[in-house]
């Protein structure tokens, strides 16, 4: 079975609201669900192998973070408890408790987030927000926003390698790196600012009014789906701020 | 009211306005990039909705500041999607301030800057505490287990290291808006809805 994209944004933050209220030993058993359904489900299949490749990267950053919190925590923050000695270094079980239930919870929640975004293209996902009621203004501003980002690097770079050839101070002390903080920042403000004229002149030329929904087909059983999800978890929530 | 708000927002995000959100929020995004290769070690991650703030408006801030967060949620730091109170503060308080000719004066931009930082830890300490225990994956979070370590209690670990970073930030985020603007031609800023924040009686 194959979820449509609103069932599966709806299923995703599901998850990622029940990281807030499940003990840790739930949400590390979700966590692994969710990279399993990374891999096995067709739903979640992932947009591309570089975004697959990302995802699992990304996933073992999550644990080393995990562990890393677990291990900080359970060193530094002492509780009633008496510290038990692991590997010749004093471990305070209250911190340890703290450290897990932290650290489930965010690799819960970023990885159920994730899950969405790796299977799911921007243009797409802006199309939902459309069907979901969101200006269409801010959809063209999202939309406006990945073709910067997908130029912004490579024009960073180029900047970053003139100013550099030009002398400008990479190394050095704070001041220095600040002052060429701004050489690099300069010429990128100044150009997008040019280039966001033309293209604010472009859009009121073409009469641009951001009122007018594009028309596009849509998947009523799906969004009865992705309710019916959304307002189960958020009954879920309710109870548990209840109880 | 209502209606001179939808004015302001229609105002604040048509012509050029629209495209410099879009270039904002990428900044905010891909600022980092940067400051990781210079190894400046401040955040800098609301210069963009800074930017928006004084050239555009609050309005166009709020959203820019939004989008970014929303966006910086999909792109690998989920926590941030949690923090669109401080954002909408920062992009409101800096247009506000911006209308008052702050952003004309270096003095002044530092005194704003100081505010914005102490008005962004006072509201991002209650969400970084209640809904993350202090941890957001970011570099700061050493501070807040440092202050735990102390015997302080988690909010009060969080406002701590909020304190001491936030108004660093925002002054170097809010001295650098201040020198790009300043360089600009008139021409250029008379384009965009607050031309005269930076411009005075000439925009």
């Known amino acids: 079975m194959r979820f449509g994209t609103a069932s599966k944004f709806a299923l995703s933050a599901t998850l990622a609201l029940l990281a807030f209220f499940l003990p840790w030993q739930a949400s590390l058993v979700l966590f692994l669900c969710v990279v399993i359904l990374e891999i096995f489900s067709d739903t979640y299949k992932p947009i591309s192998a570089p975004a697959h490749k990302a995802f699992l990267r990304f996933l073992a950053y999550l644990v080393s973070l995990g562990l890393f919190m677990v291990f900080i925590n359970g060193l530094l923050i002492e509780g009633d408890d008496d510290a038990c000695i692991i590997l010749g270094l004093s471990f305070y079980p209250d911190g340890l408790a703290f450290g897990l239930n932290v650290a489930c919870r965010l690799m819960l929640l970023s990885s159920a987030i994730l899950l969405f975004f790796v299977s799911t293209p921007i243009k797409i996902f802006a199309d939902l927000l459309g069907y979901f009621g969101l200006p269409q203004k801010i959809i063209s501003i999202i939309l406006l926003t990945t073709f910067y980002l997908e130029q912004l690097p490579a024009r960073i770079r180029q900047i970053f390698w003139s100013q550099e050839a030009r002398g400008a101070p990479i190394k050095g002390n704070f001041i220095l790196r600040i002052r060429s903080f701004f050489s690099i920042l300069s010429p990128l403000v100044l150009s997008s600012l040019v280039e966001s004229v033309n293209r604010g002149m472009a859009l009121e030329l073409r009469g641009f009014r951001g009122q007018v929904p594009p028309s596009r087909p849509r998947d009523v059983r799906d969004f009865r789906l992705a309710y019916l999800i959304l307002s189960t978890s958020f009954v879920l929530l309710l109870w548990q701020v209840w109880k | ?203």
């Open chain 2, 1 to 203: 009211m209502i209606q001179s708000i939808k004015e302001r927002i229609r105002r604040e995000t048509s012509g050029p306005s629209l495209p410099l959100i879009g270039f904002s929020v990428a900044l905010n995004l891909t600022v980092g990039q940067i400051t990781g290769v210079l190894k400046i070690p401040v955040y800098l991650d609301s210069l963009g909705t800074v930017l928006t703030a004084v050239v555009s408006g609050p309005w166009a801030a709020v959203i820019a500041g939004c989008l970014s967060n929303l966006l910086a949620a999909a792109l690998g730091n989920p926590t941030m999607m949690f923090f669109l109170p401080p954002m909408i503060a920062i992009g409101i308080f800096t247009g506000l301030v911006a209308r008052a000719g702050w952003f004309r004066r270096s003095h002044l931009c530092v005194l704003g800057g100081v505010l914005q930082g102490l008005l962004a830890a006072l509201l991002s300490a209650p969400i970084s505490a209640h809904l993350f225990a202090g941890t957001t994956m970011g570099g700061a979070d050493f501070l807040v287990v440092y202050f735990r370590s102390r015997d302080y209690s988690i909010f009060e670990s969080v406002l701590f290291q909020g304190l001491l970073m936030d108004p660093v930030d925002k002054v170097i985020t809010y001295l650098l808006v201040f020198s790009l603007l300043r360089g600009l031609p008139e021409r250029l800023m008379n384009r965009f809805p607050g031309a005269a924040n930076v411009l005075g009686g000439k925009g």
